[in-house]
């Protein structure tokens, strides 16, 4: 694929958004290759983690396509939104866990790519913003939805109704990244980060991580429901009799389950 490389090395995908020259821009293309990479990797054994970044030094995503969406109809733009939707949600509700390298520009549709990730780690040089207003149109890849539920409505109202362009180091003071670090650093940042999570049981880290999400949009109790079921679950998972078993026989577990 032209548009978006996939690389797994060590049951870690790096998939690569690769429009460099139009600071990786998402169109049309570029979601329906992205769409096609993460089907495929969902259904993989040997991918526990995704690493999601931006080819070139200065930008992760710029956003949506500024040139494709100018002379969209209502009905065309409509539809952009919603196809891009079931692709990022994909992401949201791989059994992988997905971090965002955010090597650069991260705006309008670039930071809802970083949003629907499980996590984000952002080099110093980084920059996240939702200029969409600017342009006449508003986040329309759900980060009216998402940006509220990372940082709490302030922070995203006053982030959407201004388009401001905030620094890495404001990102994380609000809560939208994970992590800053050096920018030559981030990747090898980020790999370390995803070995640490791949040590663990994937079984009950992907159960984790459809808890959290699941959970978060339903009401307390049936979170906690949610909550009880997702835990039982793990007691059918190999790697929980021998997690317990490796503690109480005081040697570290050998875990195998995903
Ligand atoms: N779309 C299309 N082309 C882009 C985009 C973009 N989002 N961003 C950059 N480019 C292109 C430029 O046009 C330029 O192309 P060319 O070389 O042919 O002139 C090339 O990339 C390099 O860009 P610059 O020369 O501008 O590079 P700078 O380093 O000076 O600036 C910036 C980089 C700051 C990233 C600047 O390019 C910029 O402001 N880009 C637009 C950022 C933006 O507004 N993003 C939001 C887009 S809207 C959106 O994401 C909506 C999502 C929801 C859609 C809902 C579906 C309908």
């Known amino acids: 694929m032209a548009n978006v490389l996939c690389n797994v090395e060590n049951e870690i995908a790096t998939v690569t958004i690769n429009r460099p020259?139009?600071?990786?821009?998402?169109?049309?293309?570029?979601?329906?290759?992205?769409?096609?990479?993460?089907?495929?990797?969902?259904?993989?054994k040997d991918v526990k983690i995704v690493i999601i970044t931006g080819a070139g030094d200065k930008s992760f995503v710029a956003g949506?396509?500024?040139?494709?969406?100018?002379?969209?109809?209502?009905?065309?733009?409509?539809?952009?939104?919603?196809?891009?939707?079931?692709?990022?949600c994909a992401i949201e509700r791989m059994p992988q866990i997905a971090i965002a390298a955010v090597n650069g520009f991260a705006l309008g549709g670039g930071c809802e790519l970083a949003m629907c990730c499980?996590?984000?780690?952002a080099a110093d040089s980084a920059v996240f913003g939702q200029p969409e207003v600017g342009l006449g149109i508003i986040p329309g890849f759900a980060g009216t939805q998402r940006l509220p539920r990372l940082v709490g409505k302030a922070y995203a109202k006053e982030l959407i109704f201004t388009a401001d362009i905030?620094?890495?180091?404001?990102?994380?003071r609000i809560g939208l990244v994970n992590k800053v670090v050096?920018?030559?650093?981030?990747?090898?940042?980020?790999?370390?980060r995803a070995e640490t999570i791949k040590s663990k049981a994937m079984f009950a880290v992907s159960i984790a991580k459809a808890a959290i999400n699941e959970g978060?949009?339903?009401?307390?109790?049936?979170?906690?429901?949610?909550?009880?079921?997702?835990?039982?679950?793990c007691f059918s998972s190999p790697d929980q009799r021998e997690g317990m078993t490796a503690f109480i026989e005081k040697r570290k577990p050998n875990l195998t389950d995903f």
């Open 21 to 44: 020259k139009a600071m990786n821009a998402l169109n049309e293309d570029v979601i329906s290759e992205l769409g096609v990479i993460i089907d495929d990797i969902s259904k993989r």
């Open 64 to 88: 949506a396509d500024i040139t494709s969406m100018q002379m969209m109809t209502p009905a065309q733009a409509k539809n952009f939104a919603l196809t891009t939707h079931k692709v990022f």
């Open 166 to 172: 905030i620094k890495a180091d404001e990102a994380y």
């Open 118 to 121: 499980d996590l984000r780690y």
């Open 182 to 192: 050096p920018k030559d650093e981030l990747m090898a940042f980020c790999v370390k």
């Open 216 to 233: 978060m949009d339903v009401d307390a109790d049936t979170s906690y429901r949610l909550e009880a079921e997702k835990f039982g679950m």
